[in-house]
């Protein structure tokens, strides 16, 4: 079964004979846009730099008790940058040093991890037969 179509009447003509001459137009899209030309207040807007982590209690544990291959000197290096960095509202220069100093961490956390494991493993089993 096929909807029926209806043909759609003008309705502008209709209204605009029984209109006032100087009534508001009868639809909101037709009346002009008014834009603002001189803005009296200004605001600006800075980056929020709070939510950029600098990773810095982590970068002073891996450099006082990890640290491996001086990776924990780099993180907190790179850590002490991203604190500078968001004080000078740096933000793109702090996300970007704040994933170098999180990937100093990981990577000086694990392989301490990895060689105090491999510490206790030969301290229970020793290489006695060689």
């Keep these: 079964m096929a ?18 001459p100087g009534a508001p137009p ?16 200004v605001i600006e ?13 982590w970068s002073i544990f891996n450099f006082v008790y990890l640290n491996f291959c001086c990776l924990g000197f780099i993180a907190l290096a790179y850590s002490l940058k991203v ?3 968001k004080l000078l509202n740096d ?6 040093d704040a994933k170098t100093a999180r990937l100093f961490n990981i990577t000086s956390s694990a392989l301490a991890a990895s060689c105090i494991i491999l510490v206790f493993i030969f301290l229970r089993y020793p290489l006695t037969d060689y």
């Design 45 to 57: 807007v800075y980056p929020d730099t709070t939510e950029v982590n600098d990773y810095y209690l």
């Design 3 to 20: 909807p029926t179509l209806f043909p759609m009447e003008s309705k502008s003509s209709k209204t605009d004979s029984v209109r006032a």
């Design 91 to 96: 933000l793109n220069g702090a996300v970007e």
């Design 83 to 85: 604190r500078d960095k």
């Design 26 to 41: 009868a639809c909101k899209h037709l009346a002009e846009k008014k834009t603002m030309t001189n803005p009296t207040t």
